[in-house]
């Protein structure tokens, strides 16, 4: 996937402990996020994933956490980068890591050293990958560099957790990825309007050294990326230390910095109150965010059991809004609306979450919008697997005017 447009707004962030709170079993910052960029970004910005993980454990996290479908992801410390849902990689930045690398003499010399390699799935053509006590980091680094040397190879070390030694190209890492996309999308001349990386650990540490970026170090940001912006970016402006750990550390960084929307759908109250938002295909996107949270929040019974409310939920559409499914039924939303009063409550005390990726939105005519998107519910309920996110993927047939969905 090309990207063939001029982004208003890209976000790069890592995942595990940035974007991805692991303390947090109701990943309540992230879906925050997922709402704010589904409902605002989706149409017009770019989200960037940027992960030491391989394509084999970024797939494993995404079955586990309501994570968003990234238009990029940059995966194994910046050693692969791969574009949409069909995860083509990119090999030019292959061609480039390729210069200076030999992984066979990497390995040969870290097997003499007696090291403890990491899990197989996360040994990358470009990456090789060990666990390193803090202790013993400094030693192993200064051996391993001077067998690579004599072999006249290009290496870096990036160790970060206090436990994780990569062994890279040296044009390797997630700034240098970052900065290749960046080259790429000016010759294309589509460079994102803003960027704002965000980061946790020592390997993201390059993120903030891109030029012309704005980053974020969120709340819960280990010992090492700290002390690297003590001693590198204490006194740039454009490096926001944040307070709020993971998600919600990004959130109040683009507060921070100004980037407009940055007040999440699911921060405020109630879903009753219309905001402003702009005309068009993102005020299209809202609404379907809103329409899906308020019937999470009806079914949790997490707002008032009234006319006021359910006729919230019938307002948005009109009784020929058409709904079609992936498999060609066509039903109308406005009789499951119906359906649904007197299921108020029907998953109060249970987590039960809806949230939505993957909005596409075409504008058919002057009035009429087709709009997919993919829908996920999580429930304890009967209805569904315990504790598993089911798919669902849905398309609307609209018309839209101002604030209300028409058919």
Known sequence: MEVDWTPEFMIVS???????????????SLLRFDALWEAYYRM????????????VLYNELRSEVPLLTPGIAIMSVGTEIRYGDTMEE???????LDVGWNRSIIVEEAKKLNLKFQCESEQRPHKVSFHVAKEDAPEVIKKLTEAYTAHKLKFKFIYSGGIDLDVLPEGAGKGQALAY??????????????????????NDAELFEVADVHGVIV?????????????????????FLATERCAAGIIQAMQHFNFTPNI??????????KEAVPEGAIAVAHEIVEFQLLNERWFKGAVENSDEVFQRLKVTLLPECALVHPWGVQTKPIESIENARPLYGHQKGKNFRIWIDRIRINQVSDEIW??????????????????????EEEGW?????GVVIHS
């Open 14 to 28: 890592d995942l595990d402990n940035t974007m991805v709170d692991h303390k947090d079993p109701d990943y309540t």
């Open 44 to 55: 017009d910005s770019l989200l960037v994933f940027s992960t030491g993980r391989s394509q």
């Open 90 to 96: 990119d090999e030019g930045w292959v061609k480039e």
């Open 181 to 202: 996309l960046l080259k790429q999308f000016k010759i294309k001349g589509t460079t994102p309007k803003n960027t704002l990386v965000c980061g946790d650990s020592g």
């Open 219 to 239: 709340g819960n940001a280990q010992e090492e990326l700290l002390q690297w912006h003590e001693q590198n970016a204490k006194s740039r402006s454009n490096v």
């Open 264 to 273: 999440s759908p699911r921060d405020l109250p109630t879903p009753l109150i």
């Open 370 to 391: 087709a709009v997919q998107f993919d829908k996920w519910v999580k429930s304890e309920g009967a209805e569904l697997p315990l504790n598993l996110w089911s798919f």
């Open 397 to 401: 047939y609209s018309k839209w005017r």
